[in-house]
């Protein structure tokens, strides 16, 4: 199985890219390719996949914390 990455883009989408199922609250599974954005705007008509509608109206930078040097 491929390892699976997702990406918290800067004031943007997940990008996932790697061989994952994307399913609904109740089981459905959403068609999906081997790279696609989700939404974490909540602003797209597309969801719960990324249409860019947050360009300009979503601001969010996320990192992770930085590992400890020993």
Same mark, same amino acid.
């Given at each position: 199985m491929?390892?699976?990455?997702i =990406?918290v883009?800067?004031?943007? %989408?997940y990008r996932?890219?790697?061989?994952?199922?994307?399913?609904?609250?109740e089981?459905?599974? /959403? @068609?999906t =390719?081997?790279t /696609?954005s989700?939404c974490r705007?909540g602003m797209s %008509?597309?969801?719960p /996949?990324?249409?860019?509608?947050?360009?300009?109206? /979503?601001?969010s930078?996320?990192?992770?914390p930085k590992? @400890? @040097?020993e």
């Amino acid at each position: 199985m491929t390892k699976v990455t997702i =990406k918290v883009n800067d004031n943007g %989408s997940y990008r996932i890219t790697g061989d994952v199922e994307l399913i609904d609250a109740e089981g459905n599974q /959403f @068609e999906t =390719k081997q790279t /696609f954005s989700l939404c974490r705007c909540g602003m797209s %008509s597309k969801a719960p /996949f990324c249409d860019g509608t947050h360009k300009g109206k /979503f601001e969010s930078v996320v990192r992770a914390p930085k590992a @400890e @040097e020993e």
